[in-house]
């Protein structure tokens, strides 16, 4: 898949300033008489610049202000980008080769916005970018990625197809987090972890060089799709249970999920569980079939489905992947174990999960990790949204009863049993977490 849209961070991305930034913030902290001024500054480095002064005024007494210490560096910062900085070598070419396929580019920076048009007017960049967008403005730091994919909204490019390019080891890992591929940017004087960093960058370069469009074609996300196969006494069909495996990378059996995946003829990458639910005959077709069987005590204190979502993000992890997880035969039977599998799914809110069944699907929007559905040609289905935390807000378009960036207390009912209206509707999640419902009862095609 061509790159289609292109968010960058800015220093130590396109321009060469991270040790600028090193030599103003510790000289700052030292000019004040802080001891160990390097530590200092490496242990609030993803704080935003105005939050990072603040931090340093609050908490360690100096200057008369936490405003008074950003507007001291603020001067030292925009002196050194007109005198000091430059470009990587090779950036303006590969920005004009993004520009002459028409792929919108958008900055993400923690550096506040004037300062980072001042720098890049000083050295020609400017034209490549339609938006500069501040880390304080799209929600929490670079550690989340509620940056990139505020970004990414802006955009409106497929997420797929939008690479982010940094060179913060902390906000690759977010990029990833978010569904992004990336691009790591590399030197050999930043002192970047690049161990880690190759375990969740798509591509690592060395230099804009090295990049071009065609480099980048093709390769795609760093996602793994996983299916857990829950053990419900009320199990999906084995038609569907099979669709959804054929869609996935890696497949887990939760105990007793073994055995509609054998009758579904799909062998699991893990089974795993305590085996007190799965029946003799799914147990041997497992142990001949499974890729291999974490077997669990039955006294424990998570649940078959909890280690098995454990499970999937561990192989995600290995792969240097984000988790996208899909989790189906988990809905039937005791009513205290649905509470639990809509527990487990709120806690990995960050792996979009969704929970298909034969009559319904349902998916966990929050802003870490998937916040919007998109649903088309559902026209008559019944929809329901459930807050899964204080403070949830959500927005409905194309419903009946359309809400608007509304907040839904803990577990109310308010919207619930609501009905789509439109060929094209959606539902958004801006604060919290909530469970959306489709109830099937026609054939949609969901985004």
């Known amino acids: 898949m061509a790159i289609k849209g292109a968010i960058f961070d800015c220093d130590g991305t396109l321009l060469d300033s991270m040790p600028m930034w090193t030599e103003s913030c510790v000289g700052l902290l030292e000019s004040y008489g802080v001891q160990d001024a390097m530590r200092v500054f490496l242990e609030h480095e993803s704080l935003d610049m105005d939050k990072k002064c603040f931090w340093y005024h609050d908490n360690l007494g100096i200057g008369e202000s936490g405003e008074a210490l950003f507007r001291e560096l603020w001067a030292k910062v ?3 980008y007109a005198e000091t900085v430059r470009p990587y070598e090779g950036c303006a070419a590969f920005l004009e080769e ?3 396929r028409g792929v919108p580019c958008v900055i993400v920076s923690a550096t506040p916005t004037e300062l980072v048009r001042s720098a890049l007017r000083c050295h020609g960049l400017m034209e490549y970018f339609e938006e500069i967008l501040f880390v304080g403005d799209l929600g929490r730091g670079k550690e989340f990625s509620d940056c990139y994919l505020g970004a990414w909204k802006r955009l409106g490019t497929p997420r797929e197809e939008t690479w982010v390019f940094e060179d913060a080891p902390f906000g690759i890992r977010s990029a990833v987090r978010g569904g992004f ?11 970047r972890d690049e161990h880690f960093v190759r375990r969740w960058a798509t591509y690592v370069a060395r230099s804009y060089r090295e990049l071009s469009p065609r480099v980048l074609d093709g390769l795609g996300p760093r996602v793994t799709r996983a299916l857990v196969v829950a053990g419900s006494p009320e199990p999906s069909s084995a038609e569907l249970v099979g669709e959804l495996a054929r869609g996935a990378d890696f497949v887990v059996a939760a105990d007793a999920g073994v055995g509609i995946l054998h009758e579904a003829g799909v062998a699991p990458d893990v ?8 029946d003799e005959e799914a147990r041997a077709w497992a142990r001949g079939h499974a890729g291999r069987i974490e077997r ?26 984000a988790l996208r997880l899909t989790v189906t035969c988990a809905s039937g039977g005791r009513p205290d174990h649905m509470l639990g599998v809509w527990g487990v799914l709120a806690q990995n809110a960050d792996a979009a999960p969704r929970l298909v069944e034969d009559a319904f699907e349902s998916r966990v929007l929050a802003c870490e990790g998937c916040d919007v559905w998109e649903i088309e040609g559902c026209e008559g289905a019944t929809l329901s ?17 359309d809400l608007e960036d509304e907040e839904l207390a803990f577990l109310s009912d308010r919207g619930v049993s609501n009905r789509i209206t439109a060929k094209r509707a959606s539902v958004r999640c801006h604060e919290g977490v909530v469970a959306v419902f489709l109830h099937k009862v026609c054939t949609c095609q969901a985004g």
Do not use: F
């Open 78 to 80: 925009e002196r050194a």
């Open 98 to 100: 993004l520009k002459a």
């Open 181 to 191: 591929p990336t691009v790591a940017i590399m030197n050999d004087h930043d002192g």
């Open 271 to 278: 089974y795993c569980g305590d085996e007190d639910s799965s």
């Open 296 to 321: 669990h005590p039955v006294e424990k204190d998570d649940t078959d489905l909890a280690l098995a979502v454990s499970c999937a993000r561990d192989e995600a992890q290995r792969r240097g992947a």
């Open 385 to 401: 949204v459930v807050s899964l935390a204080c403070g949830s807000r959500v927005t409905e378009h194309g419903m009946r009863w």
